[in-house]
């Protein structure tokens, strides 16, 4: 079954860019958007926007442009940079599969804690 | 942005009570509804799409319903591992966006 595992360090400091890489294992990449979701510790869920395989991309406007995404079909990854973070930015980071029809997020990654310190 | 408001912000109820979630968005969103289930340090869980559509291998108890602007979410029966916090979720129009959740106990 297809699994998602988000990589990347746990730790960024303060005007730095925050940097994750989603793989995908057990299926392919190909025709499906692919999501990046975060939720401040004891907070709610945030969409951050996704990218199609084909490269195509929509992100949220909350997060204006500070925002990139990139994907690379031959590995089966999808990757979100964050620019100029602060401690808002402080959050479990998941990666998410975009069913397209219904754009529900079907599979998840389990998640990763990015803390923005000095 | 749709803004996705969910009530009660928490419950408190019994093994074997019947659960209401009700979720309201800010305009018309049709059907274009989903729900999750997430318990503590677990990623969200698919348990309806479409607003009342059950998920495959999401259990009988799990049901959802409405459209247009007020949606609402049932556990026919509440279960001990069924305590978790529950989410709607918008596609009308992006960006997607979320309720602000309920948190679900055991009494």
């Known amino acids: 079954q297809v699994q998602l595992q988000e990589s990347g360090p746990g730790l960024v400091k303060p005007s730095e860019t925050l940097s994750l890489t989603c793989t995908v294992s057990g299926g392919s990449i190909n025709y499906y958007y692919w999501s990046w979701i975060r939720q401040p510790p004891g907070k709610g869920l945030e969409w951050i926007g996704y990218?199609?395989?084909?490269?195509?991309?929509r992100h949220n406007p909350s997060l204006k442009s500070r925002v990139t995404f990139s994907v690379n079909t031959s590995r089966n990854q999808f990757s979100l940079k964050l620019s100029s973070v602060t401690a808002a930015d402080t959050a479990v980071y998941y990666c998410?599969?975009?069913?397209?029809?219904?754009?529900?997020?079907?599979?998840w990654g389990q998640g990763t804690m990015v803390t923005v310190s000095s | 942005d749709i803004q996705m408001t969910q009530s009660p912000s928490s419950l408190s109820a019994s093994v074997g009570d019947r659960v209401t979630i009700t979720c309201q968005a800010s305009?018309?969103?049709?059907?274009?509804l989903n729900w999750y289930q997430q318990k503590p340090g677990k990623a969200p869980k698919l348990l309806i799409y479409d607003a009342s559509n059950l998920e495959t291998g999401v259990p009988l108890r799990f049901s959802g319903s409405g459209s247009g602007t007020d949606f609402t979410f049932t556990i026919s029966s509440l279960q001990p591992e069924d305590i978790a916090t529950y989410y709607c979720?918008?596609?009308?129009?992006?960006?997607?966006?979320f309720g602000g959740g309920t948190k679900v106990e055991i009494k």
């Open positions: 990218i199609y395989y084909t490269g195509n991309t």
């Open positions: 305009q018309d969103i049709t059907n274009y």
């Open positions: 979720q918008q596609y009308g129009n992006l960006p997607l966006t």
């Open positions: 998410a599969r975009d069913r397209n029809t219904d754009d529900a997020f079907d599979i």
